[in-house]
């Protein structure tokens, strides 16, 4: 082997448990996960949406990643052959209560999506004062 590595997209086996409306393949986006002092940052490869058809949701502790890709247009042109498959992206992931769920911070360039994952503040011990009734 010449020391190349050759990626393919995969497709997603049971993405998000979600009824989908456009009839088209969706990708599971690879993704990288860097933890640093004070948040985890996840890398997600989304060749072709930008910052308008990304939408990162956080319900209860399930964050969610999906990605709206527009179909090729060659006007004045037919495609003869292509290699390149145009789906879209999803991917979920449970994340704990160690993330501050006000501060997650998303970034789209040049197809790839940054999401920094702040660490919630370390709650303190509060001492309750005990009462006679």
Known sequence: MDGKVEYQKKPAQSP???ERTRNR???VPKVDIVETGGAMVIYADIPGADEKSVEVTLEKNVLTITG???D???PGRSLS????DVGDYERA???SDEVDRDRIDAVV???VLKLTLHRAPV???KRITVRME
Do not use: D, L
């Open 123 to 125: 709650a303190e011990a």
């Open 81 to 84: 052959y292509s290699e390149y």
């Open 25 to 27: 393949r969706v990708y």
């Open 109 to 111: 360039k040049n197809g």
């Open 72 to 74: 090729q247009e060659f």
């Open 93 to 95: 992931f449970t994340i």
């Open 16 to 18: 998000v448990e979600t």
């Open 68 to 70: 709206k890709v527009a």
